[in-house]
């Protein structure tokens, strides 16, 4: 059983995840993830996304929801991308977590009471969970560097003491 029911989701933890194929990965943490149509968009740009997200849908587990306050997603375009600010607010809405990774993003998020976490944060809960050991910790984190994911050493060696 997932960790959390149903998660809202910003596009890099989605990714990040397909583009080392662990996509997968997701569903210790959340049964179902929401994300809005912005998300969409920028997660399936690329066919090999596209088709994953896609599986992922008809099986109900990736689903998209609009946004219904548009103009807090307008005020935040001052400072967030379109996705982002969807996705806050989106979370906010419905009164979930959110999976955001971006600094500002999840800076924003935990400003307005929610809940947020990024992918590292998911990966230490799945570590301290035993659901992966130290070693599947460094050869995801080793993926995740390979296609660009920024990870610190610092960071990774907080990972495995955490």
Do not use: C, W
């Amino acid at each position: 059983m997932a960790l959390n029911s149903v998660v809202v989701s910003d596009s890099t933890t989605l990714i990040s995840l397909i583009n080392i194929e662990r996509f997968e990965l997701l569903f210790k943490f959340s049964d179902q993830i929401i994300i809005t149509p912005a998300v969409y968009h920028e997660v399936t740009v690329k066919k090999l996304a596209k088709r994953v997200i896609d599986e992922y849908m008809a099986l109900s587990k990736v689903s998209i929801s609009e946004v219904k306050n548009i103009k807090k997603v307008n005020e935040l375009l001052i400072r967030l991308d379109l996705g982002e600010s969807e996705s806050i607010v989106l979370a906010e809405e419905k009164n979930l977590a959110l999976i955001i990774d971006e600094k500002r993003g999840k800076s924003i998020a935990l400003s307005f009471g929610l809940k947020a976490i990024g992918l590292i944060g998911i990966l230490l809960v799945y570590k301290k969970r035993g659901y992966l050991s130290s070693t599947e910790l460094i050869e995801i984190v080793e993926e995740l560097r390979e296609v660009d994911f920024r990870v610190s050493d610092k960071l990774l060696k907080l990972l495995l003491e955490g």
